[in-house]
C-alpha cells in the first residue's frame, strides 16, 4: 500500500522557471492538502482540496496553483519560481474531515 | 481564527528522562479536534493521536502519554524514559469541526535525546 506518494523527492530550480510537483494517494481519500515546511515556522496551508474538481486557498497561496482533475491526484504549480519558495513541500490526504492526515515523503526544493 | 502555540523551540534530555512538550490552543468553537505530529530525522510526518474537544480523558500508548486541559487550552505530551528513537520534531495541530477548515499546525519542538 503506497499511501501518499510525491515526485519528484528533490529539485533544483533557477528563478523563473516553471515546475509542477505531483501529489498521488491510492487511498481513496476525499480531501488533500499542500502544505510547506521552513525553519522555525512550522508547517503553513498552501492549497487544498475537499473533492475531485474543488481547490482552496490556504494560509500562503501566493505563487502557487493547483489543480485536482482526479481524485486521486493533486497538482502544485510555480509558474515563475522564486528564492522565496525555497522550502520542503509536503502534501497529505485524509479520508474524513476529522480523521488524521496521511503525509507524502516530502520534496526538497531548491530555488537560486 | 484559530492558533496553535508550542512555546517550547527546542528540548535536550537525556535518556531515560521524562520530557513534556507544551501545546496551548486558540479557538472560540466548541467543537474541534486536537493532533499530535512526529518527524523524525528522515522527514517523513507520523500521525501519533487525534483527541476530540469533548474528550477530556488522559491517554496512554506505552511510553507516550496526553494530557488535554480544556480549562488550560492545552493538549501537552509526556514521554516516559525517553530514548535515542524519539528524537524528532514534533508537532500539534488543531482543526475545527466546522466548515471545511484543514489543519493548523504550531511551529513545533525539536526533541533530541542523548545517550
Known amino acids: 500500500n503506497a499511501g501518499v506518494t510525491q515526485t519528484p523527492k528533490f529539485r533544483v530550480l533557477k528563478t523563473g522557471q516553471s515546475m509542477t510537483l505531483l501529489c498521488a494517494q491510492d487511498m481513496n481519500h476525499e480531501y488533500m492538502y499542500w502544505y510547506r515546511q521552513d525553519p522555525g515556522m512550522g508547517l503553513r496551508l498552501i492549497h487544498y482540496?475537499?473533492?475531485?474538481?474543488?481547490?482552496a486557498k490556504g494560509e500562503v497561496p501566493d505563487g502557487y496553483n493547483v489543480s485536482r482533475l482526479k481524485k486521486q491526484n493533486f497538482l502544485l504549480g510555480l509558474e515563475s519560481a522564486a528564492p522565496s519558495q525555497t522550502s520542503v513541500y509536503f502534501c497529505?490526504?485524509?479520508?474524513?474531515?476529522?480523521?488524521?492526515?496521511?503525509f507524502g515523503s516530502g520534496t526538497r526544493l531548491t530555488v537560486v | 481564527a484559530q492558533k496553535v502555540t508550542q512555546a517550547q523551540t527546542e528540548i535536550s534530555v537525556v535518556e531515560k528522562e521524562d520530557v513534556t512538550l507544551d501545546c496551548v490552543y486558540e479557538t472560540r468553537d466548541t467543537t474541534y479536534y486536537l493532533f499530535w505530529y512526529k518527524q523524525p530525522p528522515s522527514g517523513e510526518l507520523v500521525f501519533l493521536i487525534r483527541?476530540?474537544?469533548?474528550?477530556?480523558q488522559n491517554e496512554i500508548s506505552g511510553r507516550y502519554s496526553w494530557n488535554f486541559q480544556k480549562s488550560t487550552s492545552s493538549f501537552n505530551f509526556t514521554i516516559t524514559a525517553s530514548q535515542v528513537v524519539d528524537s524528532a520534531v514534533y508537532f500539534c495541530?488543531?482543526?475545527?469541526?466546522?466548515?471545511?477548515?484543514?489543519?493548523?499546525f504550531g511551529k513545533g519542538t525539536r526533541l533530541s535525546v542523548i545517550a
Open positions: 482540496s475537499v473533492g475531485e474538481g474543488t481547490t
Open positions: 495541530a488543531l482543526r475545527l469541526r466546522s466548515g471545511n477548515t484543514p489543519l493548523v
Open positions: 497529505a490526504s485524509t479520508l474524513g474531515l476529522f480523521g488524521g492526515y496521511t
Open positions: 483527541r476530540n474537544s469533548f474528550d477530556e
